[in-house]
């Protein structure tokens, strides 16, 4: 067929196979037993996201996933049902976050309110505390606007997280190319074109670098709160940003949750920052629990393996890149899969 006669194809339909031949090592079983702090196993609508609990422990198993963190307690009855469903049969296979009712947001006191709440739930089992990124790009006070995360009228929650001795796993923004325009220049923009509603820019939110700025002041300002910022900080674009944040905050630990995608494809730097902030990075993968997943993540963290795919379609689902593993020290992976945790999550043994 000659040149001119090549039909075009659509972005969606073009699906191109790698010629390289690389050696694949894709471990069945984490090296050292693993605490998935960050993943949602909570209920879904009526349904549960796990509908059999004793299949998902098996799993587990085979992974060698020793517990997994379900961030989607909830609170009130919904916290005591997930409690009951995963740590009354299987106490240490699981550990429960609650979550807050912002319900309260339009009361004078409702930083107090929060912190009661918080105080409740740990009372009736929760062992820490998970903030969405509805904070800061959701909830809104009785004026209508947007409630930051640095607010000073929070200051009751996170000193109340301090003095029950329970970590705060928030989760501060999403990619930083959801905050930039929707063009043939933004590398995430066939994931956005599918989902619209995780498009930030030029709406009425803050910038990206706004939401880091209330990051730095919410951890600056409550030193003594443990927070685990999710998703390497939200910001996996940017080592040297997290880990000057990590430098300043002591306060501050990370989990890796969803953001191989961004590690991988520069496996030179996340190898270094893995390796000095060993004590701070914590594992997680926020994805429904599969063992195809966490065996991606294995692969990640323990080969020296090659461009492969961090994602289970052919087409990775947040960008059209593939990654490299970063092959860990066994020192610094023991850490990361499960020391770490330990270390700040209450009942985690």
């Known amino acids: 067929m000659r040149r001119n006669q090549i039909k075009p194809i659509l972005l969606t339909e073009y ?14 079983r984490a090296k050292f037993p693993v605490i998935d702090v960050h993943n949602h196993i909570g209920r879904r609508g009526k349904e549960w996201a796990v509908r ?13 996933v020793k517990l997994i963190v379900n961030l989607s307690g909830g609170w009130g009855d919904t916290l005591k049902e997930n409690i009951d469903r995963y740590r009354s049969k299987y106490p240490d296979r699981f550990a429960v976050f609650a979550n807050l009712d912002w319900s309260v947001i339009g009361e004078p006191d409702f930083g107090e309110r929060l912190a009661e709440q ?3 739930s740990v009372r009736a089992g929760a062992q820490g505390l998970k903030i969405f990124k509805n904070l800061g790009l959701g909830v809104r006070d009785k004026d209508g606007k947007l409630l930051r995360a640095d607010d000073e009228r ?6 109340k997280a301090a003095e029950l001795k329970v970590p705060v ?11 930039d325009p929707l063009d043939r220049f933004n590398e995430r923009w066939e994931e956005l074109v599918k989902h619209p509603n995780w498009h930030f820019y030029d709406r009425d939110y803050p910038s990206f670098m706004e939401l880091m700025e209330q990051q730095v002041n919410l951890l600056k300002s409550n030193p003594q709160t443990t927070f685990i910022s999710a998703h390497v900080a939200s910001y996996a674009e ?3 940003w997290v880990g000057q944040l990590l430098e300043e905050c002591p306060n501050l630990y990370v989990d890796i949750s969803e953001r191989i995608g961004e590690l991988g494809r520069q496996p030179y730097t996340a190898r270094k920052f893995f390796v000095r902030y060993s004590d701070r990075i914590l594992f997680g993968i926020d994805v429904y629990p599969l063992p195809e997943w966490y065996r991606v993540y294995f692969r990640f963290l323990e080969t020296d393996d090659e461009y492969f795919n961090y994602s289970l379609t052919d087409i990775p689902r947040q960008g059209r890149w593939m990654i490299y593993g970063i092959y860990l020290p066994d020192e610094v992976l023991s850490k990361v899969y499960h020391e ?10």
């Open 118 to 120: 918080l105080e409740e």
């Open 15 to 28: 699906v191109p196979k790698p010629k390289l031949v690389l050696e694949e090592h894709t471990p069945q």
């Open 340 to 349: 770490n945790a330990k270390r700040i999550i209450p009942g985690v043994g």
């Open 52 to 64: 059999d609990v004793e299949k998902l422990v098996d799993d587990m198993d085979a992974c060698n």
């Open 169 to 179: 796993l928030y989760h501060i923004a999403d990619p930083v190319a959801f905050f």
């Open 154 to 159: 929070l200051k009751p929650l996170w000193q």
């Open 238 to 240: 940017n080592l040297k």
